[in-house]
């Protein structure tokens, strides 16, 4: 566990990429494959399943180191991390087990089923013989909420260096639901022709946002543009008949989309597309929100699949009669795809449209019109350009409508977490109707630290009355929430539910009294939004 752990401190404590490097090179040159492999999987977000809750793990360690709750606390809004906590307020370890990494997710996920007092004998064995440093790795590890300061572009890049491959292949292997428990590091990352390569999907290129095309691109005519949908973003796979379908989560969601099945039987066998799987009917795309209504649901019932139709809006071909293709030029997987289109008449498969555009100033008039289309603007693709892997600036760019936006009031506030712990930083805020406020979002992003500060020093002067740790607060702050979506909801009290809200600025202008109503909210939702449960 040393060795990880150094490694987590030596990402956690750096910006620069060239130190991440080094780093990231040392520990995969040095480590046992078993280890090299549990810290693949956690790089690329495969985590041990929690064992055992937070509020144990609070309650152990304040026996442990003798203090009470309410010290724990504090010392845990000064922290802001809770894994840090613990590892600081531990004693020092009696002993020394110097375990490797994969000994410990062993240990953690041979838990599942004990009792607690099983479990909290274990964990505090562990902690007991484990270092300060480790004890934070570990407690991250049991959390489930471990996060490392790397991007998964960066191990990928180092394990191709140290292991003299393509970065594309190393990229490719990693992909998917691979188990570290059922596989190894060299059959991951070495061995050739394996059977899990037919349902493996191909890395995601993701697009850099731009706002001023004509002043930071090249000529119009040398990009291809398209609708910017708004749906979940997937891979279509048929290898040898099988049929996968992936979200750009890396989650296999074959299941979740059976109308989608039938549509990747009738690919050719070595086809890979990549696309938007959207609500989709009679020819038109609908509201996201109707997409919302069969998400995450175990059982997709025959109203569900009428109520909540989809299609797949393809707009890549990566792979084409097995072959990898990703290399060629946009403008010849382009018609690869129009092809593939024009010899399957299958009603669930939709080709993205180009936007016809013959100068930015054509285009940004076309882009007023997204939401028209349920669509979040426009996308623009270099016609030379590969499908690249990860985020790579140059090619291909994301130009987005501005967000809609609604002045609300402050009506309630409680503590973040982390790093604000200690201050209120999530928000209610509420729209007036017949002169009360009802809430009508709640958001915690897009304020700085001074006005944080200073809302805290309000709130706390301010407030009318106490529900556990909320606060109910004089309505006079006024803020304009920014949000890509409205939808209407039957859980909400407004009656309205707005897709990703955030503070886009304090509005110490306005008086609450010049704040937006339900009207207002409801004007909105009758212009762009969708219907959901």
Known sequence: MKLFASLFTALDQTNKTSDKLEALHSYFSQAEDKDKLWSLALFTHKRP????????????????????????????????????????????????????????????????GLEDEEKKGKITWAWSVLDKQERFVFTKLITGSFRVGVSQ??????????????????????????????????????????????????????????????????????YLAEWKWDGIRGQLINRKGEVYIWSRGEELVTEKFPELLDLGKELPEGTVLDGEIIPFQDGYPLSFGILQTRIGRKNLTKKILKDAPISFIAYDVLEWQGADIRTSPLVERRKLLEELKSNISHQKLELSKVVEGGSWQELANIREDSRAVMAEGLMLKRMDSPYGVGRKRGDWWKWKIEPLSIDGVL??????????????????????????????????????????????????????????????????????????????????????ALRFPRIARWRKDKNPEEANTLTDLKELLNLYGGKTA
Request: glycine content about 6%; proline content about 5%.
């Open 49 to 112: 399943k929690r064992q055992v809750t937070t509020t144990k793990l609070k309650i152990w360690c304040q026996e442990i180191a003798g203090i009470p709750e309410w010290l724990f606390q504090e010392s845990y809004n000064s922290v802001g991390d809770l894994a840090e906590t613990i590892s600081l307020l531990l004693p020092p370890a009696k002993g020394r087990e110097d375990k490797p990494l994969h000994f410990w997710i062993s240990y953690l996920l041979g838990m599942e």
């Open 153 to 222: 572009n960066l191990v990928t890049r180092a394990v191709a260096e140290v292991y003299e491959m393509e970065k594309t292949e190393v990229a490719h292997r990693i992909m998917g639901n691979w188990d570290p428990d059922k596989t190894s590091f060299e059959k991951l990352l070495i061995e050739e022709n394996r059977e899990d390569n037919l349902s493996r999907p191909y890395p995601f290129y993701l697009a850099h946002p731009v706002e001023q095309p004509e002043d930071n691109l090249d000529e119009v005519s040398f």
């Open 411 to 496: 009506l309630y506030a409680q503590k973040g977490s982390g790093r604000r712990a200690d201050l209120y930083s999530d928000y209610t805020l509420a729209v007036w109707q017949d002169g009360q406020l009802v809430p009508f979002a709640k958001a915690y992003s897009g304020l700085t630290d001074a006005e944080l500060r200073q809302i805290d020093n309000f709130i706390k002067r301010n407030t009318k009355e106490r529900f556990g740790p909320v606060r109910t607060v004089k309505p006079e702050l006024v803020f304009e929430i920014a949000f890509e979506g409205i939808q209407e909801s039957s859980r909400h009290k407004s009656g309205i």
